[in-house]
């Protein structure tokens, strides 16, 4: 330890001006987020170019400081003056260590802190997501860039290797088509992230041990392309095992057999079978779902069907079968686009529509009322909300805070407390002009919650349907 | 006297290039051992296998009878290592330098270091990267001798430098070095020949010979026959006599195995009639030259 000490005091003497920029980085980015929390009262304060540069130069800060204290050391090469010292590399990897947790963390952890006071946030009931939140920008901003500095002897090899690395995962991305459902991932998206993070943080880790303890640079530059192919391959996570893996974390696990799914006959008109211009027919059957507990409503996130004729025919045959499911304007729906030859084979036929369907249940719903005063009002959920009349009271305006998660943003399964995000919290902002509401003054806004409890695939078989019943010819124009 | 080095059948390749090939070096406890060659003989290959900044192909290498790969720190802290290309600390100046090694090492003596920074002339407010070629080198050396090594390691030490800090800087080494084994490696046997104990030859990977400098000197003579009446050289030829030139009745080679009555009656049974024989000891220099050429021949 007294030798890790020695190192990092080394360290510290030596990166001053690194270590001097980027606490002025972290000092400037505090400041522009802690004074956003008084937007409501002086919009003027909302500096979003400004917070828009800061978010950016402040992982370059890091990343320029992290690079010039691991190169101080550089592992790869045989030139270095310190390879032939007693130094230890344990006592090397702890200072390096200690040396980003004062520099890095530290500071990081108390900008956080001063903002969440800033919004009116306690920071002690906001532990698990201050913490959490370290772990992700660790993970994903300090680990890899330290494991890539450690694989390379200077800062320009630094740049070329990262770039390469970024590159490489760009084009596998636009190149490589998406696999499994057509529904996307959007809520699940979460797990495929949370994969990607796990492979860099761990081959970081490795990587970083590995080099510390025994400098064999060209295994554990081997070990970084295999993490990057491990990361290329999230494309092939099938979005069903995804979602099974979602099931089993359902806060309230329910019975799926407890639904019963089938053809909404009421709504019989909305079933289609649209012949497309080219090889393709759409088909869409309106569905029901019956059996959902009281309290609950549900989010459709998927599904996976095949259309099964009487003769035997199957559509899809041996692909992967799946499916859109939509629900709008109380219409639910299941949709595939077929074949136009499986279409004519079977379209007298009597059909079943055989499949499974992925949703989530949201319960708890709760109502919050959020008077126009100038104070924030705690709203389930863990929000502060403030509500203002505006000068003249013409204009009203609502925002929502949340600290480290973002329920009114994209909706995420995620079961963490926090998102990869510098700034701690997440504003939303509704307007209401009162020149489109002149009856009567607002006295107060309203916000409603809800949370997923349960993440349920329920089988379904509809059968004794004719396609062509439903027979649509598109408009040629 | 034990090894404090050793290799055993020690190998490095890069890639298709043999660097090293089946290298067995002793080096006993107390010598100064150089190590000398051509310009990639595999020296540079050899003292980065024994300081384990490279991994041998096969075979092993040893120091304090450790295998090199296993070096601790505590290994090192009785090392001292100064290589012609060594990268340091360019930011330190030369006193934050000695300052901050000094607690990575049980045994660094201040006085010393302080008389080792006075007697190399640093200036201890300068840094290092503001030093001269020369300067840093002295610097590098100070820093390795302070804490009184038992192992010192010197790749190519004196490449680029004048003679005035050469000789500033092998003063420094003897002088500071009591009771401490030398490994030197060098191509200029000239900066060897005043000092060293022991000899290495290297050549293209290969380790020639490897002996003690008085049997070494003792055993290259230089001979220059003038015999009857001039005639091809006889045939076979001894392997030890490398280099043979004739010019007339005048034949001269380098006796490689020279023992003075046996090398006296190969020459009257090969030439018969040998008006005059004359045996001239030779410098080191001479002996590399000589050996250099007769492998470029063999090659």
Same mark, same amino acid.
């Given at each position: 330890?007294?030798?890790?000490?020695?190192?990092?005091?080394?360290?510290?003497?030596?990166?001053?001006?690194?270590?001097?920029?980027?606490?002025?980085?972290?000092?400037?980015?505090?400041?522009?987020?802690?004074?956003?929390?008084?937007?409501?009262?002086?919009?003027? *304060?909302?500096?979003?170019?400004?917070?828009?540069?800061?978010?950016?130069?402040?992982?370059?800060?890091?990343?320029?400081?992290?690079?010039?204290?691991?190169?101080?050391?550089?592992?790869? +090469?045989d030139r270095q003056f310190?390879?032939t010292?007693?130094?230890?590399?344990?006592?090397? /990897?702890?200072?390096?260590?200690?040396?980003?947790?004062?520099?890095?963390?530290?500071?990081?952890?108390?900008?956080?802190?001063?903002?969440?006071?800033?919004?009116?946030?306690?920071?002690?009931?906001?532990?698990?997501?201050?913490?959490?939140?370290?772990?992700?920008?660790?993970?994903?901003?300090?680990?890899?860039?330290?494991?890539?500095?450690?694989?390379?002897?200077?800062?320009?090899?630094?740049?070329?290797?990262?770039?390469?690395?970024?590159?490489?995962?760009?084009?596998?991305?636009?190149?490589?088509?998406?696999?499994?459902?057509?529904?996307?991932?959007?809520?699940?998206?979460?797990?495929?992230?949370?994969?990607?993070?796990?492979? &860099?943080?761990?081959?970081? /880790?490795?990587?970083?041990?590995?080099?510390?303890?025994?400098?064999?640079?060209?295994?554990?530059?081997?070990?970084?392309?295999?993490?990057?192919?491990?990361?290329?391959?999230?494309? /092939?996570?099938?979005?069903?095992?995804?979602?099974?893996?979602?099931?089993? &974390?359902?806060?309230?696990?329910?019975?799926?057999?407890?639904?019963?799914?089938?053809?909404?006959?009421?709504?019989?008109?909305?079933?289609?079978? /649209?012949?497309?211009?080219?090889?393709?027919?759409?088909?869409?059957?309106?569905?029901?779902?019956? +059996?959902?507990?009281?309290?609950?409503?549900?989010?459709?996130?998927?599904?996976?069907?095949?259309?099964?004729?009487?003769?035997?025919?199957?559509?899809?045959?041996?692909?992967?079968?799946?499916?859109?499911?939509?629900?709008?304007?109380?219409? @639910?729906?299941?949709?595939?686009? *077929?074949?136009?030859?499986?279409?004519?084979?079977?379209?007298?036929?009597?059909?079943?529509?055989?499949?499974?369907?992925?949703?989530?249940?949201?319960?708890?719903?709760?109502?919050?009322?959020?008077?126009?005063?100038?104070?924030?009002?705690? *709203?389930?959920?863990?929000?502060?909300?403030?509500?203002?009349?505006?000068?003249?009271?013409?204009?009203?305006?609502?925002?929502?805070?949340?600290?480290?998660?973002?329920?009114?943003?994209?909706?995420?399964?995620?079961?963490?407390?926090?998102? &990869?995000? @510098?700034?701690?919290?997440?504003?939303? *902002?509704?307007?209401?002009?009162?020149?489109?509401?002149?009856?009567?003054?607002?006295?107060?806004?309203?916000?409603?919650?809800?949370?997923?409890?349960?993440?349920?695939?329920?089988?379904?078989?509809?059968?004794?349907?004719?396609?062509?019943?439903?027979?649509?010819?598109?408009?040629?124009? | 006297?034990?090894?404090? $080095?050793?290799?055993?059948?020690?190998?490095?390749?890069?890639?298709?290039?043999?660097?090293?090939?089946?290298?067995?070096?002793?080096?006993?406890?107390?010598?100064?051992?150089?190590l000398?060659?051509?310009n990639g003989a595999?020296k540079t290959t050899t003292i980065k296998?024994?300081m384990?900044l490279?991994?041998?192909?096969?075979?092993?290498?040893?120091?304090?009878?450790?295998?090199?790969?296993?070096?601790?720190?505590?290994?090192?802290?009785?090392?001292?290592y100064v290589s012609e290309n060594q990268e340091m600390?360019?930011?330190?100046?030369?006193?934050?330098?000695?300052?901050?090694?000094?607690?990575?090492?049980?045994?660094?003596?201040?006085?010393?270091?302080?008389? $080792?920074?006075?007697?190399?002339?640093?200036?201890?407010?300068?840094?290092?990267?503001?030093?001269?070629h020369g300067?840093r080198r002295k610097a590098a050396l100070?820093?390795s001798?302070?804490?009184?090594?038992?192992?010192?390691v010197l790749d190519e030490p004196f490449t680029g430098l004048?003679?005035?800090v050469r000789?500033?800087l092998?003063?420094?080494?003897?002088?500071?070095?009591?009771?401490?084994?030398?490994l030197i490696s060098s191509h200029d046997?000239?900066e060897?020949?005043?000092?060293?104990?022991?000899?290495?030859?290297?050549?293209?990977?290969?380790?020639?010979?490897?002996?003690?400098?008085?049997?070494?000197?003792?055993?290259?003579?230089?001979?220059? $026959?003038?015999?009857?009446?001039?005639?091809?050289?006889?045939?076979?030829?001894?392997?030890?006599?490398?280099?043979?030139?004739?010019?007339?009745?005048?034949?001269?080679?380098?006796?490689?195995?020279?023992?003075?009555?046996?090398?006296?009656?190969?020459?009257?049974?090969?030439?018969?009639?040998?008006?005059?024989?004359?045996?001239?000891?030779?410098?080191?220099?001479?002996?590399?030259?000589?050996?250099?050429?007769?492998?470029?021949?063999?090659?």
């Open positions: 330890m007294r030798q890790a000490l020695h190192i990092f005091k080394k360290d510290a003497r030596h990166l001053w001006i690194e270590i001097a920029v980027t606490l002025l980085v972290v000092a400037a980015f505090t400041f522009t987020c802690a004074r956003r929390a008084f937007w409501l009262a002086d919009p003027a *304060v909302n500096r979003s170019v400004a917070s828009m540069l800061l978010s950016f130069l402040l992982p370059l800060a890091w990343w320029i400081l992290i690079a010039r204290l691991v190169h101080a050391e550089a592992l790869p +090469g310190w390879t010292r007693p130094y230890a590399g344990k006592s090397l /990897l702890a200072a390096k260590t200690l040396f980003l947790a004062v520099f890095v963390n530290l500071p990081l952890l108390a900008a956080h802190i001063v903002i969440l006071l800033a919004y009116g946030f306690n920071p002690l009931a906001e532990l698990p997501g201050l913490l959490w939140s370290q772990v992700l920008i660790t993970a994903v901003l300090v680990l890899p860039i330290a494991a890539l500095s450690a694989l390379t002897t200077g800062f320009v090899q630094l740049l070329i290797t990262g770039s390469v690395l970024c590159l490489a995962l760009v084009a596998w991305n636009i190149g490589m088509p998406s696999a499994g459902l057509d529904a996307g991932w959007r809520a699940l998206e979460w797990i495929r992230s949370y994969y990607e993070i796990a492979v &860099l943080a761990l081959a970081a /880790l490795a990587i970083l041990v590995w080099q510390y303890a025994r400098r064999r640079t060209a295994a554990a530059r081997w070990l970084a392309v295999a993490a990057v192919v491990l990361m290329a391959l999230d494309v /092939l996570i099938p979005w069903t095992a995804a979602f099974a893996l979602q099931s089993r &974390l359902s806060k309230q696990p329910i019975d799926p057999a407890s639904l019963r799914i089938d053809f909404d006959s009421a709504k019989q008109w909305a079933a289609r079978a /649209l012949i497309e211009k080219g090889d393709r027919v759409w088909i869409e059957i309106p569905i029901t779902i019956a +059996g959902i507990p009281a309290g609950m409503s549900p989010r459709y996130d998927g599904a996976i069907m095949a259309i099964e004729a009487s003769d035997g025919s199957t559509w899809p045959a041996d692909q992967q079968p799946w499916s859109h499911v939509t629900s709008r304007n109380r219409l @639910l729906s299941l949709q595939a686009t *077929v074949d136009s030859g499986f279409y004519r084979k079977v379209k007298d036929q009597q059909v079943t529509f055989r499949g499974a369907m992925c949703l989530t249940l949201y319960g708890h719903e709760r109502v919050a009322n959020v008077p126009f005063q100038a104070t924030p009002v705690a *709203v389930p959920g863990g929000g502060l909300c403030a509500a203002t009349p505006g000068a003249g009271k013409m204009n009203y305006y609502l925002v929502c805070n949340y600290a480290f998660l973002d329920p009114q943003g994209p909706p995420t399964y995620s079961p963490f407390p926090a998102g &990869l995000a @510098l700034d701690p919290v997440n504003s939303h *902002v509704v307007y209401r002009a009162s020149l489109y509401y002149p009856f009567a003054p607002f006295t107060a806004a309203t916000v409603e919650t809800s949370e997923p409890l349960t993440h349920l695939r329920r089988d379904f078989e509809i059968s004794g349907l004719r396609l062509s019943d439903f027979e649509v010819r598109q408009k040629v124009p | 006297m034990s090894d404090i $080095l050793r290799t055993v059948d020690l190998s490095k390749r890069f890639r298709q290039n043999v660097a090293l090939d089946r290298m067995n070096m002793d080096v006993p406890e107390g010598s100064i051992y150089g000398v060659g051509p595999g296998l024994l384990n490279y991994e041998p192909t096969a075979g092993r290498a040893e120091v304090f009878g450790h295998d090199s790969r296993r070096l601790s720190p505590r290994d090192f802290a009785q090392i001292g600390p360019e930011w330190m100046t030369v006193e934050y330098f000695m300052t901050y090694l000094k607690p990575f090492y049980p045994s660094w003596d201040d006085a010393r270091a302080a008389e $080792l920074l006075r007697q190399f002339d640093l200036p201890p407010g300068r840094k290092l990267r503001h030093l001269s300067m100070a820093s001798l302070a804490y009184r090594p038992r192992l010192i004048d003679a005035l000789d500033e092998i003063e420094g080494v003897l002088g500071n070095a009591e009771g401490a084994t030398i046997l000239a060897i020949e005043s000092f060293a104990s022991h000899i290495g030859y290297l050549d293209r990977g290969r380790l020639q010979f490897s002996e003690e400098m008085a049997s070494l000197t003792e055993r290259f003579r230089e001979i220059e $026959l003038t015999i009857a009446a001039p005639s091809p050289l006889p045939a076979p030829w001894p392997a030890a006599w490398v280099n043979a030139e004739q010019s007339a009745a005048v034949v001269r080679f380098v006796d490689t195995e020279f023992q003075q009555d046996r090398t006296t009656a190969e020459i009257r049974r090969l030439f018969g009639d040998v008006r005059q024989i004359a045996v001239n000891p030779m410098p080191l220099r001479a002996i590399f030259v000589t050996l250099a050429k007769a492998g470029r021949k063999a090659a």
